[in-house]
């Protein structure tokens, strides 16, 4: 059973406009969470993080929302250019499990910016 | 340069043949993993070294035998395998014990079974 999950597997944004990437979770154990941006032929690469005890975390264009009550997160990025089009993955990991730093990845959203 | 590399980057096999992935950090991380990615499914972790012990195994086949010889290598050696292990197989390498640190992703080796 999923317990990350990207429901949108597409999304296609204009240059400039704000790009709203979202992520539910089913775990209530999770307590940290992360999103990585992948290109095509590469690994992927940590963007932005987030603990349970926030509720926001902003990195110039990336800012990261998480609604516990609601086991949502979204990645917004604002302004979106057109250098961010790439697959990107929320992923999530729990203190109390045996490898504290153990991810478990959604299926990924493909976002194309639209020059 | 992701301070992860890994080797081969694809690799075509037959299911009798016998391979090895490598993969190398040299960004002083004691904790290194290998993932699965098939197609339209979400990065399955597969195994966890933490300073070079084993420590997760998550259900994988014995047809992958991880080996870790020291924090800054790890390979995952290949035998027998089935046309459903086609995929690519990421390692990554993070800070063991620690969720403040993020996994560093090397580019993965792309794997076909013929």
């Known amino acids: 059973d999923q317990q990350v999950k990207q429901n949108s597997p597409s999304l296609s944004v204009q240059e400039g406009r704000i790009s709203i990437l979202n992520c539910d979770y089913t775990n209530s154990m999770f307590d940290y969470f992360l999103w990585y941006k992948k290109y095509p032929a590469e690994g992927p690469t940590f963007l932005i993080s987030?603990?349970?005890?926030?509720d926001k975390n902003e990195d110039g264009r990336f800012t990261v929302f998480l609604n516990k009550s609601a086991k949502h997160l979204s990645l917004h990025i604002v302004p979106s250019q057109p250098g961010d089009s790439a697959v990107y993955f929320c992923a999530a990991s729990a203190a109390i499990q045996t490898g504290a730093n153990n991810l478990f990845f959604g299926t990924g959203t493909r976002l194309t910016v639209i020059p | 340069e992701t301070g992860v590399t890994q080797t081969p980057r694809h690799l075509v096999m037959g299911m009798t043949n016998k391979k090895s992935l490598k993969c190398e950090q040299h960004?002083?991380?004691?904790?290194m993993y290998w993932y699965k990615q098939s197609a339209k499914k979400p990065l399955e972790l597969m195994f966890v070294y933490n300073f070079k012990e084993q420590t997760e195994n998550n259900s994988v086949p014995s047809r992958f035998s991880p080996e870790c010889p020291n924090s800054s290598h790890l390979f995952l050696h290949l035998h027998t395998l089935q046309p459903e292990d086609s995929a690519l197989y990421l390692c990554?390498?993070?800070?063991?014990?620690?969720?403040?640190?993020?996994?560093?992703f090397g580019d993965g080796t792309r794997l076909s079974i013929l």
């Open positions: 960004l002083g991380h004691n904790a």
């Open positions: 987030i603990s349970s005890i926030k």
């Open positions: 990554a390498s993070a800070g063991a014990g620690s969720q403040s640190q993020p996994q560093h």
